[in-house]
Structures are given as structure tokens and as C-alpha cells.
């Protein structure tokens, strides 16, 4: 409906999760959300489609809107891991699945549903600060961490305000790769994955009726 109220009172079928809520859940993507949502799955099998409702395609126009805040970034399902476009869940105001159909005010590649990814805001008022830390260890591999720390801050109170936020995490691999002829270990835990992200946001009111709010998201996933 494009309005802000209790989503006991939404007239469709969503999921929110809020960033404390992500956090108590040690959601860090999707696919932890996937398992905290009822009617949406991901086939594990090697493409990582995102099916709500069912609703799934393996090639031509993806069935499941993906958003950033209100800019769209799903891709044609090719079968070949549609989600890794997706951002880690660090400092977001929330995370919404809305079941679809969708189409209303998603576009045509919302059939199935859309997944929005609410970026928290920089604030015209008051400063703030949010941090994540977490050290984890694999039995027979190598320890997992991150860290990440996101500030706003009013530069000019009640017109101009920033908020910036940086996130690593590496989880550490288990997996031994083989040489085939010698049978000597090339490599421990091979199978590692890390991933850096950076977002930088801004807003500006000029007016009361005005609102301009430029953002920059960067973010780089390796896995080996």
C-alpha cells in the first residue's frame, strides 16, 4: 500500500524482520532468511532460485522482485546463483518478503513475490551508531569472523545528514583440496568465503516537502 502501519493490520501476506530481529536470529543473508519465512525456499541443488509461493523459473524473466530501498536489482534466472547479487544483512532497517503476486507496484518480475532489502537511513535530528562482532570456529577447519560498524551523524540539523557503515566476514573452509595424481593436500580448508561491504548514504531536505537522498553500496564476495 506504499503506507506505514502495523502489519497486523496489511491487507496481504508479509514477513519483516528487523535489523534486532536479524541479529537475534544470526540471519547474515537470504538464505538464513528463507528459513525463518514460511512459503519461500531456495533450491540448494546449485541455482539458488528463490521460490515464494511455489513460484520458481530456471531461465527467461525472474519471479521474484528483488529491491535495495526502492531501486530493483533482479536478474533473469539463468541457474546460476541468482542470489549472489544479494546484500549481507548489516544495517538494514529491515528485511520484507511481501508474497505475491506483486506485480501492482513491483513490475512484471515480481509473480511470485518481492524481497526488499530497507536500508537504515541517515537522520536530519540525531547521531547514532550500530556495530555486529562474532568469532565462530569449525571442528577439523578454520575459525569464522566479522566485524562491521555503521554512524550517522546531522551535519546541518534538520536539513543535511551522512551515515556511512563498513563490514567484513570471512567464514573458513573445511573442505581439503586433493592433488589427483600425488594425493598430497594442496590446500587446507580450501573452501573458504569472505565478503566486504561498504555503504555510504546522505540526505537532504531542503525544503519541507523535499527530499533527496543519494546512497553508494558497495559489496564484494569472494568465495574460493
Given amino acids: 500500500t506504499r503506507h506505514e502501519e502495523g502489519l497486523s493490520k496489511v491487507p496481504i501476506s508479509v514477513t519483516a524482520l528487523t535489523q534486532e530481529a536479524l541479529?537475534?536470529?544470526?540471519?547474515?543473508?537470504?538464505?538464513?532468511?528463507?528459513?525463518?519465512?514460511?512459503?519461500?525456499?531456495?533450491?540448494?541443488?546449485?541455482?539458488?532460485?528463490?521460490?515464494?509461493?511455489?513460484?520458481?523459473?530456471?531461465?527467461?524473466?525472474?519471479?521474484?522482485?528483488?529491491?535495495?530501498?526502492?531501486?530493483?536489482?533482479?536478474?533473469?534466472?539463468?541457474?546460476?546463483?541468482?542470489?549472489?547479487?544479494?546484500?549481507?544483512?548489516?544495517?538494514?532497517?529491515r528485511i520484507e518478503v511481501l508474497?505475491?503476486?506483486?506485480?501492482?507496484?513491483?513490475?512484471?518480475?515480481?509473480?511470485g513475490g518481492t524481497?526488499?532489502?530497507?536500508?537504515?537511513?541517515?537522520?536530519?535530528?540525531?547521531?547514532?551508531?550500530?556495530?555486529?562482532?562474532?568469532?565462530?570456529?569449525?571442528?577439523?577447519?578454520d575459525p569464522s569472523y566479522e566485524a562491521g560498524v555503521a554512524g550517522g551523524t546531522p551535519i546541518i540539523d534538520g536539513t543535511l545528514g551522512v551515515r556511512a557503515s563498513v563490514w567484513y566476514r570471512r567464514d573458513g573452509g573445511y573442505i581439503d583440496r586433493i592433488d589427483p595424481v600425488s594425493l598430497g593436500t594442496d590446500q587446507r580448508n580450501a573452501n573458504y568465503d569472505q565478503t566486504m561491504l561498504v555503504r555510504l548514504a546522505a540526505v537532504w531536505a531542503p525544503t519541507d516537502k523535499i527530499t533527496v537522498t543519494p546512497s553508494y553500496f558497495y559489496q564484494d564476495r569472494y568465495r574460493n
Fill in 115 to 141: 524481497v526488499r532489502y530497507i536500508t537504515t537511513q541517515p537522520s536530519l535530528t540525531k547521531s547514532s551508531i550500530y556495530s555486529r562482532e562474532e568469532v565462530s570456529y569449525t571442528q577439523g577447519g
Fill in 99 to 111: 508474497r505475491g503476486p506483486q506485480g501492482t507496484l513491483f513490475g512484471a518480475g515480481s509473480e
Fill in 23 to 93: 541479529d537475534i536470529r544470526g540471519i547474515k543473508d537470504f538464505q538464513d532468511v528463507a528459513k525463518f519465512t514460511p512459503g519461500v525456499n531456495i533450491d540448494n541443488s546449485g541455482t539458488n532460485n528463490i521460490s515464494i509461493r511455489g513460484i520458481a523459473s530456471t531461465g527467461g524473466a525472474g519471479t521474484t522482485g528483488i529491491y535495495i530501498d526502492d531501486t530493483p536489482i533482479q536478474m533473469r534466472a539463468l541457474a546460476f546463483n541468482p542470489d549472489d547479487a544479494l546484500p549481507k544483512s548489516f544495517d538494514v532497517e
